[in-house]
């Protein structure tokens, strides 16, 4: 069963059909609104964090040692006082819920559900399996890319986190992956594919579309974390294509991110070879 999904998924890359197809969007009128929804939405949310991210990288280029030699961090202390730090962190993961949730419920509003884009609980088996098979396929090997990208001099050295060692820094660093993971699937994924397909956009465009926009974001980290990012939205975004499931990407973003996050944590003094 495994072998047989995985061919048909292959020989559909190329023009995939999509398993809940919107109603195309043909009054003009609707259709600004809908185009002024998406640039409303992504200059407030992951838009700007694209802008902020290349502004960053071209930052990093212009300094005069190189990006090797550098370093960016993702979850960073927000204040002195541990007390305000841990609310700063957990203010930082509701923001992240809202965005997402911003993005469902201008769906609802116009008539597309959260199980339409994938979001029920009708197959969790399911969904779990293929997350688990995602974060296999995409974290393995998105480790050796990063680390050859900034062996190479692509990347900047990333650390997942410079939180202080407290009791509730593994709980903010979950709660933060899943904070990410959330926001971008549903946004980037969900949302953004959702309302290219009302517009009318073929699917491959939309496809590149959104991968695009989920490196653009991870520019901060260098050009491998462009590349990289820019990949696993392309195995994202056509998963969701080919099988309207949401929960897979959430399940799958937040499993590799908690590595990431809570792993670096706790393996950064012990491991050498870790930025």
């Known amino acids: 069963m495994y072998r047989a999904t995985v061919a048909r998924f292959v020989s559909d890359r190329r023009n995939p059909t999509p398993r809940a197809q919107p109603v195309t969007v043909r009054d003009n009128l609707e259709r600004t609104a809908l ?24 930052e990093a280029l212009l300094r005069p040692e190189p990006l090797t030699d550098q370093s960016t961090a993702i979850n960073v202390p927000q204040a002195t006082i541990g007390a305000i730090d841990l609310l700063k962190q ?6 992240l ?21 994938g ?22 090997p998105g480790l050796a890319f990063y680390l050859a990208a900034w062996q190479l001099g692509f990347n900047l050295a990333v ?36 309302r290219l397909r009302q517009l009318g956009v073929g699917e491959n465009t ?7 926009l989920r490196g653009a ?31 897979p990407l959430v399940i799958a973003h937040t499993l590799l991110d908690v590595v990431a996050f809570v792993g670096y944590a706790l393996l950064r003094d012990h491991l050498t070879w870790l930025p």
Do not use: K
């Open 206 to 212: 939309s496809l590149l579309v959104s991968s695009v």
């Open 35 to 58: 185009v002024a929804e998406l640039v409303l939405v992504f200059s407030i949310t992951l838009g700007l964090s694209a802008v902020r991210s290349a502004l960053s990288l071209l």
């Open 97 to 117: 819920v809202g965005w997402g949730a911003l993005g469902l419920y201008l769906l609802w509003r116009g008539g597309v559900r959260p199980a339409l884009v």
């Open 90 to 95: 957990l203010l930082g993961v509701i923001q």
């Open 119 to 140: 979001l029920d609980r009708r197959r969790p088996g399911r969904d779990w399996w293929w997350g688990l098979v995602l974060t296999a396929c995409i974290g393995i």
């Open 217 to 247: 974001y991870h520019l901060y980290q260098g050009l491998g974390g462009f590349v990289g990012n820019l990949v696993m939205g392309l195995v994202f975004g056509r998963v969701w294509q080919r099988t309207n499931r949401l929960w």
């Open 159 to 194: 650390q997942p986190s410079t939180l202080t060692e407290a009791w509730w820094r593994p709980i903010v660093l979950t709660l933060s992956a899943f904070g990410n993971s959330f926001a971008e699937e549903v946004l980037v994924v969900g949302y953004l594919l959702t």
